[in-house]
């Protein structure tokens, strides 16, 4: 799939040659610009955050809030790994399917092998295989991964309806209740998970080689095969840590619902994206960070959890959701046309 | 020292903690209101839900009793969320026509430690939960039904048995009702099944291909009148819609008792309608959660509104009250 | 997205290579009618035949559009509500005075309106054609289901000619889905459009670079997608008789796999309608005799999906050995997913 790309992604001082003052102002201009995009995001939520709680008491209290933070484990664990695959420059659309799937080969292990553990291995190595084989395809047939994953969530939806004929596996035990709504200092179980991979994932991305390989290769490919970064190994990997990212979701969502259907894990594939995008990640790659994935992910979380309280009908949030995320979407795209984007 | 997302992260959620720390300290939660609330859930909206609804508003108008109303749009997760809401709205009880009958027990354990009462109403949810009141339509009872009118024609049938969602507990007690009763029946002889996946298209090239496979198909059985209007066109493309009284007419019995499918049996195009009488289950379920007494189990049986006995019935049947171009909303 | 240079370079090869693409959807239908004529006498009568003709006139007209946009290496999931809203919108100016018989000619614009709308996200904003299909498909739903208040709505005769109507005793769902491929068939191989679209697909840079409006272009791509949902919709409704606001669901599903089948690249630059044809031709062929033989609906489902699969690959492949001239690039120049 191609974009159409304005000519000019060069700075505008590099072709009008400016004087120093010119270029000065231009450098102070950028560095607003990319400090506001960085931080932007927080005043946003917070205002949003006011808004809501003036025009309905239900929404900042504890019980709410909590809630917001559960509800959203799912989305954040999922969202995890679409950033290690946008920040390599590629794209995931296999997420919403590889969530299902996974969902229903942890709950077909639990039901027949009476073992969570087992069962919970089986979710996690369900994402890990649909991640791994739609990676190998990318990075060692060199395909599109637009064009992959989209037949992957073909592919993977179609099976699991066909292994489930469409019927929900269930009741799973209730001991997996602990991982998501048992309450650690307060704390539902779902959100402590959450945070801890998020921290875990962040350290991942900026402290270890690996982290940083992705992110060389995102910035641009060529470069980093260069400088002798083992192109084709480090793009299969984001897409078997996505795929793992995605099991840990799907296992998360069944241990909510206590049951597992293979279309339970389809919605989350836009809001998974978005979260990505409103949090600041570009979907041209080579920068961005959990951390502000988390952010987008709470700003989607917060929007809908209001409106929702505010009585919107769920066809009016899915509007105002899907148009929250095509702004975002535009705003990356005109911030990097403009050049107020770095790839760092 | 730390890198700046890390940074970023830690005062984001210390910032959070120290919120809910606050808000915890100062605040119990919103005080339920002095009125009655009750959280209504519904999984998706058409004209039966929508009967549904009036029902219990009307009902909770009465016995002053406000209503909170979501629709999930065919998403189970979207319905848990939305009932934690109404939790942590403090309703007084929640109402639930569930997407998923298992992935729904979750959210009644959820309002059972809550302490608030809940009622399922349609559909019957899995086990695992306590609840109020399950009251729904009876779904083997109202394919019997089906099966019963047709036997009392006293005439041979070649039946076309169209079947719902296979996903729907629904859709397959209508058709193993439908299937037990017919063995007792020597007149009633089923040539052929089609799943139709409670989608008019797939409803519509179905029926005429099977009268393609079966021509002396002369019985359908349309187990929801969301299907009508397929099943109609199809007889028209393929010769076979003739009125009732005429020779070549295809006896043609349906489930739900719809504003089209008491039309239809007005301008004599279908033969019968089994009238689920929704009606009944919103007020069932908001006495239930009134009183938060032990579970009561109400399976509502179906009404036939037939040809026969259409005169003295319809004005019991909801789809009867509303004309058959459903536009207005 | 970085400019990973795949080596799949996408010039627009000659007859030779579509031809033998066409070739294999053509020869996958031939022997599926043959197979299924052998196993069933009633499968090859003039009645089924026409049955499958009228079935699956709606896909086909559908095709014909989502041909275009793969062509430029985009796609278009909103089909389905569109199918849906333009129908909707229409039947509101109906109840609200408007003369049933321009009614389908407004469904037909609201078509190209909504569409439009794709095109301009997606060429103007440059947002990805899935998220904003994906987005779209959502609202356009939603719109339609407020507008018709989620009931069913029984459509005037005016309106439902397009379905249950004929020309010339041939039903008028088969004359449409033939006038709309043989126009489309025009417009591709035959107008200065149709090889600028061609051009965009192979390689949009270069396009631009040669100065054609690209950005129209992929807008007029769109806005025919909704055009022919909008025209499918008039057929399928027609059909039903009436409007339900579950139409058209999952259909783009079908659509896309049928339109891969046919041979056209979901990496863009090179596409068939007639392959497409045979794409939807083989698939209703399919579906249908799955009914015949009372196989489970789920069979379906899956074989969409693996064939979509196999034909990604295979055509990925084929691609790269019908590579004619390899295109020499400098730096970021092949910008996409």
Known sequence: MQRVVETSEVPVQQVTGSSAAGERRMEIRRMVIGRLRDLALIPALVAMGAVFSLTTSDFLTQQNLLNILQQNAVLGIAAIGATFVIISAGIDLSVGSTIGAAGIAASAVMLHAHSIALGIAAGIGAGFLTGSTLGLLIAFFELTPFVVTLAGMFFASGLTVYLTKGSTLGPLPFWLDNLVFRKVLGIPAAAIITVTLFVLAQLALTRTTWGRRVQLLGANSETARISGVDVRFVTWSVYAVAGVFSGIAGVELVASLSAANADTGAPFLLPVIGAVIIGGTSLFGGQGSIARTGLGVLFLAVLINGLSLLGFQVYDQQAVEGAVILLAVALDILLHRKGYVDTA | MLGKHIRLMLIATAAGALAVAVIAAGSAGAKPSATPTIGVSFDLLNQIRKAELTGIKQYAAKKHVKILFSVANNDANQQSQQIQNFISQHVTGVIAIAQNGDQIVSSIRAANRAGIPFATIDRAPGKGGKVVAQVTGNALGDGAKVANYMCSLHRPLNVLLMVGALTDANAIGRRDGFLKAAKSCANIKVVQQLPTNWDPTTALNGVTNAFQAHPEIDGIFDPSDYLLPAVVSALKATQHFYPVGNAKHVTVVTIDGDNNGCYALRTKWIDADVATQVGKFGPSAIDAILANKAAKVVKVPGLTLSQQNYTATHSSVWGCAYGPNGFKK | ?337
Do not use: C
Request: charged share 10%.
């Open chain 3, 1 to 337: 997205m970085s400019a990973t240079f795949t080596g799949t370079t996408r010039r627009y090869t000659g007859t030779l290579g579509e031809v033998l693409l066409r070739n294999t959807v053509l020869i996958a239908a031939a022997v599926v009618f043959v197979a299924f004529s052998l196993a069933s006498s009633k499968f090859a009568s003039g009645s089924n035949l026409r049955n499958i003709a009228i079935q699956g006139s709606g896909s086909a007209v559908m095709a014909v559009g989502m041909t275009f946009v793969i062509i430029t290496a985009g796609i278009d999931l909103s089909i389905g509500a569109i199918l849906f809203l333009s129908t909707a919108g229409a039947a509101e100016l109906f109840v609200h005075g408007l003369p049933v018989v321009w009614a389908p000619l407004v469904a037909v614009l609201f078509g190209l309106g909504l569409g439009a709308l794709n095109g301009a996200s997606i060429a103007f904003v440059g947002i990805n054609p899935l998220i904003v299909t994906l987005a779209t498909l959502n609202l356009y739903r939603g719109v339609g289901g407020h507008l018709t208040g989620f009931s069913t709505v029984y459509l005037p005769p005016g309106m439902t000619k397009f379905g249950t109507g004929t020309v010339a005793s041939i039903p008028a769902p088969i004359v449409v889905a033939a006038v709309v491929a043989l126009v489309g068939g025009v417009v591709l191989r035959r107008t200065v459009f149709g090889r600028h679209v061609q051009a965009i697909g192979a390689n949009a840079e270069a396009a631009r670079n040669l100065g054609l409006p690209v950005r129209r272009v992929l807008v007029g791509v769109y806005a025919i997608s909704g055009l022919t949902a909008a025209l499918a919709g008039l057929i399928e409704n027609g059909r039903l008789g009436a409007l339900q606001p579950t139409v058209g669901l999952g259909e783009e599903l079908t659509v896309i796999t049928a339109v891969v089948l046919g041979g056209t690249s979901l990496f863009g630059g090179k596409g068939s309608i007639l392959g497409s044809l045979f794409g939807v031709a083989l698939l209703q062929m399919v579906g249908n005799g799955l009914v015949l033989a009372h196989i489970s609906p789920y069979v379906f489902d899956m074989l969409r999906a693996s064939v979509l699969i196999v034909a990604v690959l295979i055509g990925t492949s084929r691609a790269r050995g019908l590579r004619a001239v390899p295109i020499v690039r400098r730096g970021r120049s092949e910008v996409g997913p």
